[in-house]
């Protein structure tokens, strides 16, 4: 075998790559690790060498040198549900914007040893960072006893001690919600919350009773679902059949769809006869019948800022300790003025 033919079966390296595009071998690395001093025309050489060498960068070389992996590490639960899984989503998209990959491990159970077990795992492959998506309780008081020596963000309106974290002002959203169905005259308003130990949920409510106290209402009906529209439909029907409100804020716009199904099997329109809101502008909230009004959370802008924090500890620097982001009222057709008599069609 020639050495031609030795150099066509092996991987191609970082040397190739540079007697291809006929640069150096330290301009080759310039253009890998995206510095700014390399000009427009020689990246785009370099990146065509690259790209017809099919050349890849060894990574593991890289990690011996630079001790990263390139890796944030995170520790999720309830994936199944909208909000986890787009927070994720958003986690994701910064990192790969950051050029971090993301190593995300799901918890088989909600307990301290599977948090335990799972960060382990994740430290022994090396991640420079962890995130830990933290929507129960029980995930708080267990990532609060952890020191994994390495950045740790946590994700969600948690306040836990000694613990950074980046999270939707889920209490202001309640708020929002709450306060634009009394502004259009309602009085009496339900709240459909999701699970009690959902820290979200527990935000949302109270944010709910804020907005009404402050307007000087009782807190009207209370019901709790589990995020699901079957669960909200249940809940809509006991709301509807009392005839104790003429609008309802459901802690997700899932639960919403089955509020919206409860009303329509019992004659009324929404929102001439009952108006309701959801939580999280999913992206099919803007297709329900009628499209619901909902409180809209920026999953991108929460993924940045994670990542913006970890990178800020990586380089030893000191991040704000706790950043909130603030949601937003998206309007559309499934609120209006409170009714004066309840009708059915």
Known sequence: MTQKDSARRRPPVMEDVAAKAGVSHQTVSRVINNH???????RTVVEAAIAELGYRRNTAARQLVTRRSETFGVVAHNLEHFGPAHILLGI?????????AVNAVGLPEVSEKAINETVEYLLAHQVDALVVIAPQEEIVRSIERLHPGIPMVAIGDIGAAGVQSVGV?????????TQHLIEQGHRNIAHIMGPTNWLDAQARRRGWEAALANAGLE????LVGDWSAESGYLAGQQLIDNGECTAIFAGNDQMSLGVMRAAYERNLRLPRDLSVVGFDDSPESGF???PLTTIRQDFAELGRRCVAMILEG?????????????PHLTLRASTGPRPVVLTRS
Request: no cysteine.
């Open 92 to 100: 994701q998209e910064a990192a790969h914007l950051a050029g971090y």
């Open 169 to 177: 002002d889920q209490q202001r959203g309640g708020y929002l919600a």
């Open 314 to 326: 990586i380089s030893g620097n000191d991040p704000l300790f706790s950043v909130r982001i603030q």
């Open 288 to 290: 329900y019948f009628p």
């Open 36 to 42: 700014p001093n390399v000009s427009t025309k020689t």
């Open 219 to 222: 807190s009207g009906p209370l």
